[in-house]
């Protein structure tokens, strides 16, 4: 009776969660408000990260096109120009983890990486383990998540703009 009554919890969850996630992706949320929300989330996992001080997985994804290198610039946090990327979900591998993320914030789905390797870093308090991984793009159209991504540009690797952040120089050193 007991692993009845779960599996019928359980199907009910996913269907409810299902139709709320439909919901959510009809809704339309101004960009202004998602950016907003944005902010205040990292201001609030910073208050988190300083306090207990934990180790995070993420990645960092350096996509290609030829000689030029595209950079991001996000709404939230330091906003130097940066690799794109974010964290682990639990239980995610790296690779899959990239892949959701280049879909979820430039809509581009890559289903073939090069590992790059690992660079363990601390920010804001928190111990980063960055699995960086690198994909070769030829001029895919993009769609930017405006809401998460201020600016998406492309440069030449020899020209990079002086604000990057403090990761990007030592991971694009791996391309060579």
């Known amino acids: 009776m007991a692993r009845t009554s779960r599996a019928i919890i359980a199907r009910l969850a996913a269907m409810i969660g299902n139709r709320a996630k439909a919901y959510a992706q009809g809704m339309r949320i101004p960009i202004p408000l998602r950016r907003l929300a944005y902010r205040g989330a ?9 306090v ?47 892949r959701r993320e280049m879909e979820e ?27 960086c991984f690198q994909a070769e793009l030829n001029r895919p159209p993009l769609t930017v998540d405006r809401g998460e991504l201020a600016e998406v540009q492309w440069f030449a690797r020899g020209e990079l703009p002086p604000d990057l952040a403090r990761w990007v120089r030592p991971i694009l050193a791996w391309l060579r």
Do not use: N
């Open 105 to 131: 914030e430039l809509g581009v789905t890559i289903e073939h990486w090069r590992e790059l390797g690992e660079r363990p870093d601390r920010v804001y308090g928190r111990q980063d383990t960055l699995h």
């Open 42 to 50: 990292h201001r609030v996992l910073r208050a988190y990260w300083f």
């Open 52 to 98: 207990r001080r934990p180790t995070i997985h993420g990645v960092k994804c350096v996509l290609t096109d030829r000689e030029r290198v595209l950079l991001v610039r996000h709404t939230y946090g330091h906003r130097r120009w940066d690799l794109p990327g974010g964290s682990l979900k639990r239980g995610e591998p790296p690779a899959a983890a990239a």
